[in-house]
């Protein structure tokens, strides 16, 4: 098994910027990519980012926030970062981590970006 832990949303005026971060923990050994999906209430759960840690520099985005978010990751710690500039109103969702292991996808428990003035 593996478990993701989330952090970083919040609260944030359009325009500003998050930080969200997504540790893996247990049975890591694998788990070959990990990224980023949103949820927005009414909507379908959507791909934001995710990248292949096996591969440096494989990373995919959404259109809607390329030029906008950096995906990255830290393979000694097991963590994936998402870096979310210049956020607009319509960012606002609850992100979940994912992480792909064999034919198995892993999800967090989802952390809120809310992004108002």
């Known amino acids: 098994q593996v478990q993701l832990v989330e952090s970083g949303g919040g609260l944030v005026q359009p325009g500003g910027s998050l930080r969200l971060s997504c540790a893996a923990s247990?049975?890591?050994?694998?788990?070959?990519?990990m990224g980023w999906y949103r949820q927005a209430p009414g909507k379908q759960r959507e791909l934001v980012a995710d990248?292949?840690?096996?591969?440096?520099?494989?990373?995919n985005y959404a259109e809607s926030v390329k030029g906008r978010f950096t995906i990255s990751s830290d393979n000694a710690k097991s963590t994936v970062y998402l870096q979310m500039n210049s956020l607009k109103p319509e960012d606002t969702a609850v992100y979940y981590c994912?992480?792909?292991?064999?034919?198995?996808?892993?999800w967090g428990q989802g952390t809120q970006v809310t992004v108002s003035s």
């Open positions: 247990g049975s890591i050994s694998g788990i070959y990519t």
């Open positions: 990248i292949t840690l096996t591969i440096i520099g494989s990373t």
């Open positions: 994912i992480a792909k292991k064999l034919t198995v996808n892993y």
